[in-house]
């Protein structure tokens, strides 16, 4: 209940702060009237499958997020074919698919050729951070399913951990996020995991010098190296948040000001001065306003990034199924 009205607060600010749900034609409560049901089963969708696997809210989150960067938030990252999005190497560790053909099979069977596969992937990142004690926020829906699916466009426009700062910062700028938009989502990571093999550099040959990076406090060093050894497994899981990894909350940002940030592009935010002060502000207090902030600057940043180059009225289509074109 006190969770319940956590959220309530959340969308009430929103609506007081006159930010608008409303963005590139799409509208809240889109299918209220062609498909009433819609929102309401994308989301026990979900809940069935976090309750038995909690990480799937970290993979559905990341789905979205990889979608909207190439070709805008058309549901192309969901498409299979050998020179389709998903085969990038980039996309190779995504999961959540069988979540979102879950709700679509679903969907068609109440509402046939209504429900797009690309608001059924931004209802259902909404849904999972609200199912991991994050915010909820109203999902403006209208999108239609793109026609191009392309793995090469990927590594052009999807940002990479092993990138620059300023890299990633330039990816965001080109669809529309500035530098609080970055701090903002990457602080998805909160409930995220990632390989050994995408950090261990960190840990042993830090830009080829032999030794570790400086930057990782010297007691989370030693925890790293423990659950990553030097010839160990670089498939193995370890979570981006130590503190909390199946809680959404502002603890990432501590990790980070601490220098407990996983990946390097993580432990970069508080690095570069374009991003510090706003990692600064959110792991400043875990509790009260500043918690909140997270929480409603997050929901802000979440409905402007699924607002991305999508597709409206008579433009791409309604997919019968999510993995193929019609």
């Given at each position: 209940m006190q969770m319940q009205v956590f959220h309530l607060v959340v969308l009430v600010i929103l609506a007081m702060s006159g930010f608008k749900v409303q963005g590139q034609g799409l509208k809240t409560g889109f299918y209220s009237s062609s498909c009433p049901k819609a929102e309401a089963i994308v989301k026990s969708t979900v809940e069935a499958h976090f309750n038995k696997d909690p990480t799937i809210a970290a993979g559905l989150l990341r789905l979205h997020f990889h979608d909207c960067f190439v070709q805008g938030c058309d549901g192309s990252v969901l498409i299979v074919g050998a020179s389709a999005e998903r085969n990038a190497l980039p996309n190779l560790g995504v999961r959540g698919f069988e979540v979102i053909d879950d709700a679509k099979t679903q969907l068609e069977a109440l509402c046939p050729g209504v429900v797009s596969c690309a608001d059924i992937l931004a209802l259902a990142a909404r849904d999972a951070v609200d199912l991991s004690d994050g915010p909820s926020w109203p999902v403006p829906t209208g999108r239609r399913d793109g026609r191009v699916s392309s793995s090469s466009e990927v590594s052009s426009f999807l940002p990479s951990p092993l990138e620059s700062m300023a890299a990633q910062r330039q990816k965001f700028a080109v669809k529309g996020l500035d530098d609080h938009d970055l701090v903002t989502l990457v602080g998805a990571h909160t409930i995220g995991q990632t390989d050994?093999?995408?950090?261990?550099?960190?840990?042993?040959?830090?830009?080829?010098?032999?030794?570790?990076?400086?930057?990782?406090?010297?007691?989370?060093?030693?925890?790293?190296?423990?659950?990553?050894?030097?010839?160990?497994?670089?498939?193995?899981?370890?979570?981006?948040?130590?503190?909390?990894?199946?809680?959404?909350?502002?603890?990432?940002?501590?990790?980070?000001?601490?220098?407990?940030?996983?990946?390097?592009?993580?432990?970069?935010?508080?690095?570069?001065?374009?991003?510090?002060?706003?990692?600064?502000?959110?792991?400043?207090?875990?509790?009260?306003?500043?918690?909140?902030?997270?929480d409603l600057e997050f929901a802000k940043a979440m409905i402007k990034m699924s607002s991305i180059e999508v597709k409206i009225g008579t433009q791409g289509e309604i997919r019968k199924t999510c993995p193929n074109f019609n």
């Amino acid at each position: 209940m006190q969770m319940q009205v956590f959220h309530l607060v959340v969308l009430v600010i929103l609506a007081m702060s006159g930010f608008k749900v409303q963005g590139q034609g799409l509208k809240t409560g889109f299918y209220s009237s062609s498909c009433p049901k819609a929102e309401a089963i994308v989301k026990s969708t979900v809940e069935a499958h976090f309750n038995k696997d909690p990480t799937i809210a970290a993979g559905l989150l990341r789905l979205h997020f990889h979608d909207c960067f190439v070709q805008g938030c058309d549901g192309s990252v969901l498409i299979v074919g050998a020179s389709a999005e998903r085969n990038a190497l980039p996309n190779l560790g995504v999961r959540g698919f069988e979540v979102i053909d879950d709700a679509k099979t679903q969907l068609e069977a109440l509402c046939p050729g209504v429900v797009s596969c690309a608001d059924i992937l931004a209802l259902a990142a909404r849904d999972a951070v609200d199912l991991s004690d994050g915010p909820s926020w109203p999902v403006p829906t209208g999108r239609r399913d793109g026609r191009v699916s392309s793995s090469s466009e990927v590594s052009s426009f999807l940002p990479s951990p092993l990138e620059s700062m300023a890299a990633q910062r330039q990816k965001f700028a080109v669809k529309g996020l500035d530098d609080h938009d970055l701090v903002t989502l990457v602080g998805a990571h909160t409930i995220g995991q990632t390989d050994c093999l995408f950090f261990k550099y960190r840990l042993y040959n830090f830009t080829t010098t032999g030794n570790p990076d400086p930057t990782i406090n010297q007691a989370f060093l030693q925890q790293l190296q423990a659950l990553c050894p030097k010839d160990g497994d670089g498939s193995k899981r370890v979570a981006l948040d130590k503190d909390s990894q199946f809680k959404f909350d502002a603890s990432f940002f501590k990790n980070v000001r601490n220098g407990n940030g996983v990946l390097e592009s993580d432990q970069r935010l508080w690095g570069e001065a374009a991003t510090r002060n706003i990692v600064e502000n959110y792991a400043g207090n875990l509790k009260g306003l500043l918690g909140l902030r997270f929480d409603l600057e997050f929901a802000k940043a979440m409905i402007k990034m699924s607002s991305i180059e999508v597709k409206i009225g008579t433009q791409g289509e309604i997919r019968k199924t999510c993995p193929n074109f019609n």
